[in-house]
């Protein structure tokens, strides 16, 4: 019995997205060091989440037929959940717009959200979170080996 042919994939886009940040990066970054704002963290929290789960989608598809490169990918994929932790952590310790004042030691001692719009960057990273968990051991997320070496 033939099989279906598969469908045309869509163009890739992960070139564009390449060349977005390229562009932002370009034309938004002053040449005086300033810290990076709130907006600007949770931007770049979204994009290392959506990268994530991009990561994570082809690691599913690859390890099974690639046992090697899966590895590199799962590896891969739990660095880029403890650069989102580091940004949600910095995302937290920035100041806040308007006011700049910076979060009171026990704000930052309770990690309780701060409510909208800030709560979104806690949700983003809850959601991830219950999947990181369940795909990912403790000892995984803590490791400071990346398993280049096993293959």
Do not use: K
């Not at 990181?132 to 070496?149: K, Y």
């Amino acid at each position: 019995m033939p099989t279906e042919p598969l469908p045309e994939l869509a163009p890739d886009f992960v070139p564009f997205a390449t060349a977005a940040l390229d562009f932002h990066r370009a034309i938004n970054m002053p040449v005086a060091p300033i810290a990076a704002g709130r907006a600007e963290l949770d931007s770049l929290h979204a994009h290392v989440i959506a990268l994530y789960g991009l990561l994570d989608a082809h690691t599913a598809r690859t390890t099974p037929v690639a046992r090697a490169e899966g590895d590199h990918l799962r590896a891969c994929r739990i660095r880029l959940w403890q650069a989102a932790e580091h940004l949600h952590a910095a995302f937290h310790a920035a100041p806040h717009p308007g006011s700049g004042r910076l979060p009171t030691r026990e704000a930052c001692r309770s990690r309780l959200p701060e409510g909208a719009p800030e709560l979104t960057v806690c949700q983003r990273h809850l959601a991830t979170a219950a999947r990181v968990r369940r795909d990912h051991t403790p000892a995984d997320l803590r490791d400071p080996f990346t398993g280049l070496t096993r293959h």
